[in-house]
């Protein structure tokens, strides 16, 4: 019996999630389209929001990355699925390296909105888009998507048992 114990501990402990900088933080459930909206009333309001990687710009003091906007499932997951609604600047003050936070890696954010910025896109387009000022910045593992059991989790679990 322990020994059952022990493994479905180390298995749940296994489980990727979001790290304690996430947790229990208050942030305002404030859609990307309310805030495209109407970005005067948001100003200095907490977000979590996440996305996909476009770029990533460092200066001297801080880093610039354009995020391609999802929503967030329950787990804090981008749902590149669905419809991006459009994009955003993550602003953070430590350096962020190019080689990590590659295009196409899902990224969650928490920060704070801080107006928009005039952004260049790659078509040489300059738009303005909401400027976020990051708390905390989580990379998700590139292979969690391609896991076998996400489209029917309870399947790992009757694997082992039945």
């Known amino acids: 019996m322990k020994r059952y114990l022990i493994s479905i501990y180390l298995l749940l402990s296994a489980c990727t999630g979001l790290p304690p900088?996430?947790?229990?933080?208050?942030?305002?459930?404030?859609?990307?389209n309310q805030t495209?909206?109407?970005l005067g009333s948001y100003y200095n309001t907490a977000v979590r929001w996440g996305g996909v990687v476009v770029g990533?710009?460092?200066a001297e003091n801080a880093s610039l990355m354009e995020i391609t906007h999802y929503p967030l499932d329950h787990y804090g997951r981008p749902q590149i699925d669905e419809i991006s609604e459009g994009r955003f600047?993550?602003?953070?003050?430590?350096?962020?390296?190019?080689?990590?936070?590659?295009?196409?890696?899902?990224?969650?954010?928490?920060g704070v909105i801080n107006g928009d910025i005039e952004w260049t896109t790659s078509n040489k387009t300059r738009?303005?888009?909401?400027l976020i000022n990051s708390?905390?910045?989580?990379?998700?593992?590139m292979n969690y998507r391609n896991n076998?059991?996400?489209?029917?989790?309870?399947?790992?679990?009757?694997?082992?048992f039945w």
Do not use: G
């Open 36 to 38: 495209r909206e109407d």
């Open 21 to 32: 900088a996430f947790d229990n933080v208050p942030a305002t459930e404030v859609t990307y």
């Open 89 to 110: 600047v993550i602003k953070s003050t430590e350096l962020l390296d190019p080689e990590t936070y590659t295009t196409e890696r899902e990224i969650i954010v928490l």
């Open 135 to 141: 708390t905390a910045i989580h990379l998700w593992p």
């Open 56 to 58: 990533v710009e460092n």
């Open 148 to 160: 076998y059991y996400r489209h029917c989790p309870s399947c790992y679990f009757r694997q082992l």
């Open 127 to 130: 738009v303005f888009l909401p």
